[in-house]
């Protein structure tokens, strides 16, 4: 064996180690223990059971459920909204300044989310800080409410990912031929015509992409609505948290969890269906 | 009235003036060519006149309209670009409908345009293909399919043959000039390629560095280039430096390599001032020497034979140490147009197939 195929061997070794210990055992272990029966001492124990997913299906959880998928559907429109145009002014900046406006998306990546979700508590509550600037100048006599509202809530998962909804966008809008829309405005188009017969079209697979990478992990983000949303609003991600937290049902936070799991396979399974047709079509 | 009048134009690029007080008018009909080494600004009149520029002063008129401001979408003219630009999501028909959608013309006259102009470049049939899986000549067809369809006052062409291979650019050239014929559409193609300018326009624009250098028939500006850069530029160009020692009436003395020479004085030059003289390849003679070169004739030794099927081309190098490069045809009366290297060989001209300038 050479040093060349040595090392390669090394690092998908490192990485395949990686991901089993962290990704798969923990994975395996919530699945196991979903089939599980609940345990207050132990957290589980013996027998096997189905009961938590027949549990599952009770209207209450379905409420929860479909509670989160409009919090991400909403969630997910907002980020497009806003995204959009952002990626797009992006990546038509001068060329040398688009690494440091790029930087400065990925910049809040750098402290936890959780951290910049406290910030904005800070921002928002009563006597923070927004408040305080709004009285100082005259603006309200009073504190506006803000925190552990909807909106709050909104604000929270927005702001936290925004950057998965720009980068891919920025990465299509990027490479998009600026000569097919001076062909499209060649051939009569106006400005919002070659957007929506043009652009729209070829980034499409971005659109896509971002969307994915923000609905999935808005179903997730639980402290977002804990923190911001005084956990007056029940998502997914609170409901197995508490759980594993409060409730001490560890079998049917896990079988929770394996469910949502399993709406994501199916999500990006669609999600990667209808790309590779989309690329199939622009390819033959 | 020219169907475009552009009226000293100018265009800067951030610090780079591209286009430099530009004056040029296109006539209804006819097929002109700018023609011009890359970066001397073919392109960005090109551009202008499409509307997808700007011009900095000036103006544009347009079928007698002032039009410099007007944006492109709005103008009765439309390019074939260079990359062809097609848009990869639709198909050759949604390609070719783009512009008479936007027209909102009823969809069963749509499909008899884009059906009658998928003939007319010829690619019937074609119409349910994707963009991807054509060839690149089938592409261009598209990208011209596209154009006329809107059956435009002006169509711009902007290098639309380069990315082409020889055999299919030759075949392209004839495509387009019967396309210009039959539509009767004033073409306004760009290219640096001098052998397409001169083979397809009715009119040639040279341009160098921003502004016109030279405007005219192919056949002017092959015969009677009016400076160096065109003479280089378009076709091979043997450059003599002279001095007129005397003048009469319509010809003028000059000596070239200490050799006295009789040419035509078109310009009016006077007496001792410094000439170039140019000559094309093809009109220079060669005679073999015995000795010592006839009256008129100079003296040099062929250090370069290139056989080419229908043509001969020498390689001169003359006995004051220029290269000349020399083209001789087969004919009847002269077989023997074959010589050794290094053989001596006299060469001239029939006065009057010379092209003398001011020096510069």
Redesign the interface.
Known sequence: MNEKQGFKFFAVFLNMTWFALFVLAPGLMVVGISFLTRDISTFFTWPLTLDHYRELVDPVYAKVLGNSLVYSFNTTLLCLGIGYPFAWFLSRAPRHRRPLLLMMVIIPFWTSSLIRTYALVILMKANGIINTVLLAAGLVSEPVSMLYTDAAVYVGLVYSLLPFMILPLYAVLEKM?I??M?????????SL?VFL??VL??SLPGVMAGCIMVFLPAMGLFYIPDLLGGAKTMLVGNFIKNQFLTAGNWPFGSAASVFLLMLMVVMLGVYFFISSRFNR???? | MPVVCLNNISKSFGSQKVIDNLCLDIFKGEFLTLLGPSGCGKTTVLRLI???ETCDSGTILINGRDQSRL????RD???V?Q?Y?????MNVFNNIA??LK??KIPARQIRDRVMETLALVKLEGMDNR?I??LSGGQQQRVAIA??IV?QPLILLLDEPLSALDYKLRKQMRLDLRHLHQKLGITFVFVTHDQEEALTLSDRVVVMHNGSIQQTGSPKEIYETPVNLFVANFVGESNIFDARVTSTMGPDIEIQIQGISKTVQNRRGFKKDQAVKVLLRPEDMTVERTKDQCPKGFLPGQVKEMIYKGTTVDLIIRLDNGQDIFVTEFFNEDDQDIFYDVNERVCVSWIKGWEVTLPYE
């Open positions: 031929d000569r097919l001076e062909a499209a405005r060649d051939l009569g188009a106006k015509q017969h043009v079209p070829l079509s622009q390819e033959s | 499409a509307g997808l944006p492109a979408c709005d003219v439309n390019t670009f990359s630009a097609l848009f990869p999501h783009f512009g936007l027209k994707p991807s899986r596209r154009a809107n």
